[in-house]
């Protein structure tokens, strides 16, 4: 066993927040940029706190903006970054968030979110983020998004956002809420040493062959750091391979397909779900995030009932899991999607198993779905 | 601190040039011509940079040069250095997450006065007041050129531009005062008539430690120069020269005299901690325990 500074054992009561700072600093997370947001901000104050003491940086930045700026800065000077904020902040952040995506540096945005739209109810969850995570900047672009359900899993996927984002050079956001940001529970953490951390890849080449957005074989080409040697462009403009300007088809074309290739081809990498009893199931359950510990024990209630509901726990939210819902749900009746929002990942399962299928189970007043909601939901007569 | 700022590498823009200095930094590899209008100022404030680069001897690998989006974001593809185009207004603020990691390396931003002023004036003003270091490049044009000249933050009072049909009500912001009262390092002004002079205080301020501005003043002749009928490019860069004093004779102006003046020099020059060696010391503070 190895502890963690911060804790006597690998066993220990910790904050959702807490587990997301520490699961960064697990993954080798050292810089961090951001700016006070309920109910992000105690990433922030564990982070000002922990990072120095390991060799790492933080900074408080003037706004939502310049955090994601400089997160984006200090990958591109080869440091693994993060910034943390919840729907207002995650708002400002993405015309920048769309830099990224296009010049394909590796980040993680943490977004807690709260309820909206607007200042909302500030500490109140709320799952209304999800398709601003997905098309909160302009244009086309791939995105990868984890929703964690538990303190313990907001660690492990805060440990899995870095390593999806340097693997694929790409932003990656983990959407939480206010419930497992705030939320504290028994966790017993890995050992440190068992942790895989995934390293971006060094190129092989010369400076002189080096090109920054290469049509690479495996799709992801090497992002070397800036001040060792490959000196190079990185624009927001649409970009050829070299990253120098262009408005030929012939070679923005190539980088859309790219980009989405290296995630489309490593779906059964990136999809990360729970599946329970989905076989002989007549009713399946899909939920993610906090939802899914309301939906898990609606599940067990209807069991216990003697329905036959299968249960479908995302832990991957973006790409959506197409193929993973529609073979789960050929031979179904029922689909029950149950949301913080008034219906937003439940679009993406109609669109997969069709409109008449879904019964979504919404609130987005500010409290949790109980289970019994989801229940009725579940045994409701056609 | 400042002493190798203020004496040596700077002896030798005094000595014989090499006239063709920049071709050594130009991206051949990059599609020419660029993309400003003959006549603009912009180049002239790259050849500076090229040049006090060049003049200091700094290694291309430890240099960044970062900008934003308009006329002057147009500019670092050209240079081979570690370059970035990023958004509108943001490029302090993605120099400042590179400096922090990186933080022997020059990062140099350069910016229009929309860029700089408007939509990134909040960025200008903390870089400022952090006193990061890196070097502000304001390339002042006093409108938006990329969009046809629309009035800026440091568009002047009563001028005709394309979204002030019948005049400009408001006033121009002083971008030198502006970094100073916010906490620069190090701020001068000089325009693209006074090209070594503009390559001296470049050089300068990417040699001192601390948030550095350095304003060049400029024109656009194509857009807000049309709009009032000021002239050709060269009418407009005589005007510069005719119209810019030094800061020694305006000390010794009235308020009335150097009022449509523009005001070249070093306006502030002074040693203050900068924010990634500060940094440096919190690391230390915090791995012995917090003391």
New interface residues.
Partial sequence: MTPYPTTKSNVTLMQGDQACAEGAIAAGCRFFAGYPITPATEIAEVLARRLPQIGGKFIQMEDEIASIAAVIGASVGGVKSMTATSGPGLGLMQENIGYAAMTEIPCVVVDVQRLGPSTGRPTSPSQGDVMQARWGTHGDHPIIALSPASVRETFDLTVQAFNFSERYRTPVMLLMDEVIGHMRERVELPDLEAIERVERPATTVPPEWYKPFENFPADVPPLVPFGEGHRYHLPGLHHDERGYPTNRVDEVQPWLDRVFRKIDRSLSEILLYEEDEIEDAVTLVVAYGVVSRSARSAVEMARERGRKVGFLKLKTIWPFAEEVVEHAAARLHRVVVPELNLGQLALEVERVVGRHKVRRVNRADGEMIQPAEILAAIEERE | MNRVGRQGPFNNLRAPRESRVHERYL?H???FPNVWCAGCGIGIVLGAIIRAVDGLRLD???V?LLSG?GCTGRM??YV????????HG?AL??????????P??KVIVVMGDGDALAIGG??FI?AARRNIGLTAIVVNNATYGMTGGQYSPTTPTDARAATAPYGHIEQPFPITELAAASGAAFVARSTVFHVQELEKYIAQATVKEGFSVVEAVSYCHTTLGRINRWGTAPDMMRRLKEQSITLGRAEQMSEEEKRDKIVRGVFVDRDIPEYTQL?DR??E???AGGR
């Fill in positions: 991206r590899s990059k599609r291309k690998n430890d960044a989006i670092p593809v081979d250095f570690n370059t970035m185009h990023t958004t943001r603020a993605f120099a400042t997450g590179l400096k922090m990691v990186r022997k390396m909040n960025h903390h940094y919190i690391i503070r915090a791995q």
